[in-house]
């Protein structure tokens, strides 16, 4: 009677802890779905922008825009556009403007106030080149470089840093290689043209910004 009574003990206190196993399981995953469910769909950011033109050997500020939109709570689509209005002369090089377009995915983890994540966003690089003379290069008495294409294929593979500080307000930070993808350069003297191949160069790009969501 004794070992029965026992048995009988043990097998009530199993039900209680798989109960309230259970029940802290359920607790768990209704708080997981709730904090999915209560993450803004959509942001808007501004943000400071830094890129350095390894092939330029100069860094460019910037100013730019991002919109974001968070498919679940840790999977994301969004779009960038960054001007660098500084004017360079480089050599032979003079520049005007450049222009920077990126779309792509973002995934990470975060929490109610924090988040960290990973990014890969394809896009372009539009460099306006200014007509200017050209210094003597190489072997071609009067001839010149110039970038074959404006507009180069790029590449943003990075990380991003977010902070909460509301549910509507996020600050981020942006560190990447922007993968810059030239199609070549041209060199010129008198009416002969001549073409360089293609070549690919790696920047860092380091942007701080802040965003409203909803």
Do not use: W
């Amino acid at each position: 009677m004794r070992l029965i009574f026992r048995g009988e003990a043990l097998h009530t206190r199993c039900h209680i802890t798989a109960a309230a196993a259970a029940i802290l399981l359920s607790m768990l995953t209704v708080s997981q779905a709730a904090a999915q469910s209560d993450t803004p769909k959509i942001e808007l950011g501004v943000h400071f922008t830094a890129l350095r033109l390894s092939e330029f050997d100069t860094t460019e500020p910037g100013v730019g825009g991002r919109v974001t939109f968070n498919l679940t709570h840790n999977f994301g689509i969004e779009g960038e556009f960054n001007s660098y209005p500084r004017r360079l002369s480089q050599g032979f090089f003079v520049i005007n403007q450049k222009l920077e377009g990126l779309f792509g995915l973002k995934s990470g983890i975060r929490s109610e106030r924090a988040g960290i994540f990973g990014k890969v966003r394809p896009g372009f690089i539009h460099i306006s080149q200014e007509p200017t003379p050209c210094p003597i290069v190489g072997p071609l008495p009067g001839g010149c470089l110039r970038l074959e294409k404006e507009t180069n294929f790029a590449l943003d593979v990075g990380g991003v840093l977010e902070f909460y500080p509301s549910r509507r307000l996020v600050v981020r930070f942006d560190l990447g290689d922007t993968i810059i993808r030239y199609s070549g350069l041209l060199s010129s003297a008198g009416p002969a043209v001549f073409k360089t191949g293609g070549f690919t160069s790696h920047n860092l790009q380091a942007n701080f910004g802040v965003g409203i969501r909803f």
